[in-house]
């Protein structure tokens, strides 16, 4: 039997943890940004993206803070705010790693396929060891069946969380920011990954910075593209104790609306975070405690695409585990055709130590990163006011622009503190 019991942290992190959320630093000190002189009038709405799609340029999404105008000159968005520049000293990052605080779980909820929310555990599922073993199981079973995400899902999530937080009761007076993992992801990808386009919501209430996520406009999928979707979804049933594949047939629908959702808290430098983060099974260590464990499907690798999914794949495995503190990730590598060649059984710790070697990326370069990005955020964005955050490939800085509205979630949640 595999051993997936670990502890990321251990004692080491105890001392830390008891410190102040405040740091005896001052604020970093970084260029004066540009502003625009003007007002700001330009109306925003929630729940869309920023981003002026171009149908000239087959759809594609412009960037809006330059725009051409009659004269063929550029026009600075009057949204702008201010910007901080990727640096690309890595060995300066390397050298001011900080220090991260061991991820605690505080509270959780589940959310059902009648899409009820409950503030419990009963949707967390209990890894299967059986499928460890597994080799050309089909992953295409049941996606004739198959529940994709309901679009209101993502903007209903947000609230979801916060309102999970005043069910338990959990101040959030020295709590610097809330928000969901994968906006920290996008955050501590970027020094190394600067392809993906992102942005997240930005609003500053009552001393805590609520980081919504936004959901970037995407074209139309093709069949292929949802079953290749539905792949990671078929592979989560299959590695947990809630469905079996049989021959032809799979005992149960996949849902992609059924989740469950740990409340984590931890803290990076001087700040204190909460964070939502969707875990996709568990499995009980020897000492009787519950570890969590990532489930990830992959292509087949070989030769020439290894140095690729070191390099990719694995950084994005890696920020997503650590993050919440998961000591093990367990992907399913399948063909083209969705058939599982081989699952394989990645130790958090172990993958940082397997391209170290090559030099693709370091861990504490990211976390250094994210702790520069916060502290310029934290110290930029002005209190009852919001904006979005954004990376746009192509360029070397991070934008931040203003918003003339908050989501509707956040406003009802402070009403509700009140």
Request: charged share 25%; with cysteine.
């Amino acid at each position: 039997m595999v051993d997936l019991e670990e502890d990321l942290f251990g004692p080491r992190n105890e001392e830390y943890q008891r410190t102040p959320a405040s740091s005896p630093l001052p604020p970093p000190n970084f260029s004066s940004p540009l502003r625009h002189p003007g007002n700001h009038s330009l109306r925003g709405n929630y729940g869309y993206s920023i981003w002026n799609v171009d149908k000239s340029f087959g759809g594609s999404s412009v960037p809006l803070k330059f725009q051409t105008g009659q004269n063929r000159g550029t026009q600075i968005n009057e949204r702008f705010v201010a910007e901080l520049k990727l640096s690309h000293d890595e060995e300066t990052l390397c050298h001011s790693c900080p220090p991260f605080q061991e991820p605690t779980e505080i509270a959780c909820y589940s959310r059902s396929a009648d899409g009820n929310v409950h503030y419990d555990d009963r949707c967390l599922r209990c890894f299967r060891y059986g499928v460890l073993e597994e080799t050309g199981t089909d992953l295409n079973i049941g996606f004739e069946m198959f529940v994709e995400k309901r679009e209101d899902t993502e903007s209903s999530g947000f609230g979801d969380l916060l309102s999970c937080l005043r069910d338990t009761n959990i101040p959030l007076s020295n709590i610097h920011f809330v928000t969901f993992r994968n906006n920290l992801n996008k955050i501590l990808g970027t020094v190394y990954n600067r392809s993906e386009a992102w942005e997240m919501g930005v609003h500053k209430r009552l001393g805590t910075v609520y980081l919504d996520v936004h959901k970037l406009p995407e074209g139309h999928q093709s069949e292929r593209q949802r079953r290749m979707c539905y792949w990671g979804y078929s592979f989560e049933q299959l590695a947990t104790d809630d469905c079996i594949h049989k021959a032809n047939e799979v005992d149960c629908v996949v849902d992609a609306n059924v989740e469950y959702c740990a409340l984590i808290k931890t803290k990076l430098g001087a700040h204190r975070i909460i964070m939502g983060a969707e875990i996709d099974c568990y499995d009980i260590s020897r000492d009787g405690k519950r570890r969590y464990i990532e489930l990830k499907t992959c292509r087949e690798i070989d030769s020439r695409t290894v140095n690729r999914f070191e390099k990719e794949k694995l950084l994005k495995f890696w920020i997503q585990s650590f993050l919440a503190g998961i000591p093990k990730i367990v992907c399913g590598f399948r063909d083209d055709d969705g058939k599982i060649t081989r699952v394989e059984v990645m130790g958090t710790k172990e993958i940082t130590q397997r391209v170290k070697q090559k030099n693709f990326w370091q861990g504490g370069v990211c976390l250094a990163f994210a702790d520069r990005v916060l502290c310029w955020l934290y110290g930029t964005v002005k209190e009852d006011k919001d904006y979005v955050l954004r990376f746009v490939p192509g360029t070397n800085h991070l934008e931040l622009l203003h918003l003339d509205c908050c989501p509707a979630v956040i406003d009802k949640h402070l009403e509700l503190l009140i």
